[in-house]
């Protein structure tokens, strides 16, 4: 059986192009405007996105009260909002989750697996140091949210 397999690479815009190629952002908003509007942004690169699953940041994060249309709270290919006041238990869980993260190594994980038209697998290699830089970036966004009274609007 041939196989290819694809190590993703964020700086190729062909591999931005793939299905199986996710990035996001989180956006400070507030639920209680007549109108929706960004207040601010912060990007989510397709190595992070892979590393926030891969770690089982999305996993613990989903303790916490999420609003989403689909009631799934926080997951892929969806939206998802935090009430400003479970901001804190948010900053909580970031703090263990680094933590974790912290003695890690560089590693490859396969993203998934096609058969059809043929067999591919996806790869991309995680830097648990670049996840940390995310993750460090994240929580000072979102502790700034906090203060200022914001909620924040994950787009996965």
């Given at each position: 059986m041939t196989v290819t397999h694809i190590l993703l690479?964020?700086?190729?815009?062909?591999?931005?192009?793939?299905?199986?190629?996710?990035?996001?952002?989180?956006?400070?908003?507030?639920?209680?405007?007549?109108?929706?509007?960004?207040?601010?942004?912060?990007?989510?690169?397709?190595?992070?996105?892979?590393?926030?699953?891969?770690y089982g940041v999305i996993e613990q994060l989903n303790d916490l009260p999420f609003i989403s249309e689909a009631n799934n709270g926080l997951d892929s290919w969806d939206e998802a909002f935090l009430p400003s006041g479970a901001i804190g238990r948010m900053l909580e869980t970031l703090d263990g989750c680094m933590e974790q993260i912290g003695v890690k190594s560089p590693e490859k994980v396969m993203l998934g697996w096609q058969d059809d038209p043929e067999r591919i697998a996806y790869w991309r290699e995680i830097d648990p140091a670049e996840a940390l830089g995310f993750l460090r970036d994240f929580r000072k966004f979102a502790a700034?949210?906090?203060?200022?009274?914001?909620?924040?609007e994950f787009i996965l």
């Open positions: 690479d964020d700086q190729n815009p062909l591999h931005r192009e793939l299905p199986i190629y996710r990035s996001g952002k989180i956006n400070t908003v507030r639920l209680s405007d007549k109108s929706y509007e960004v207040y601010d942004s912060l990007a989510i690169s397709g190595h992070d996105y892979s590393a926030l699953f891969h700034k949210a906090a203060k200022e009274g914001y909620d924040l």
